[in-house]
């Protein structure tokens, strides 16, 4: 088994799939959901950083391992309007709470999550996702997120996998 560092080319959670290019190059490598999975993750951003171990097989490089995401980088896009006077330090400082999707609409581009043991819906916004490293979720799927009070209500700053707040 090799270990790899790259970043996604592309990933499509309706498919079950997606490609990762090396930084090294070579022929892109197949990343399977499933093998997301086991990271705890159902999706991940186009462009993320990404660090896997890797077979060789009969019909190319698989990964078989996710050892690490990271967001991929800052694009040009304007921050969210709720964001924009938030210190990067309160988002840092909230406390990652245990969660679960309620649902999330990717053409939508927002969804909304459940705090365990509280009642109200926390909105979720895609550009968070995306800074988080994710490009979709699945309804039922456990998550990590920080959350502070918007404009709006409760909302996400950071979603993390599910093991994110089991070590916190």
């Known amino acids: 088994?090799?270990?790899?560092?790259?970043?996604?080319?592309?990933?499509?959670?309706?498919?079950?799939?997606?490609?990762?290019?090396?930084?090294?190059?070579?022929?892109?490598?197949?990343?399977?959901?499933?093998?997301?999975?086991?990271?705890?993750?159902?999706?991940?951003?186009?462009?993320?950083?990404?660090?896997?171990?890797?077979?060789?097989?009969?019909?190319?490089?698989?990964?078989?391992?996710?050892?690490s995401i990271s967001p991929p980088g800052r694009s040009d896009t304007a921050p969210l309007a709720d964001f924009a006077d938030l210190d990067p330090e309160e988002i840092e400082n909230a406390p990652l709470e245990p969660a679960r999707v309620k649902w999330f609409d990717k053409g939508k581009g927002f969804g909304f999550a459940n705090v365990f043991g509280r009642g109200e819906d926390v909105f979720v916004h895609i550009e968070v996702l995306r800074q988080s490293g994710l490009a979709d979720l699945q309804p039922g799927e456990a998550l990590a997120i920080r959350v502070i009070e918007g404009k709006r209500g409760r909302m996400a700053v950071q979603v993390l996998p599910w093991e994110a707040a089991q070590d916190s």
């Open 1 to 67: 088994m090799n270990r790899v560092k790259g970043h996604v080319k592309w990933f499509d959670p309706a498919k079950g799939y997606g490609f990762v290019v090396a930084d090294t190059g070579g022929d892109d490598i197949l990343l399977h959901v499933n093998v997301l999975r086991n990271f705890g993750q159902s999706s991940v951003a186009d462009g993320a950083g990404i660090e896997i171990a890797v077979n060789q097989t009969d019909r190319g490089v698989q990964a078989v391992e996710v050892l």
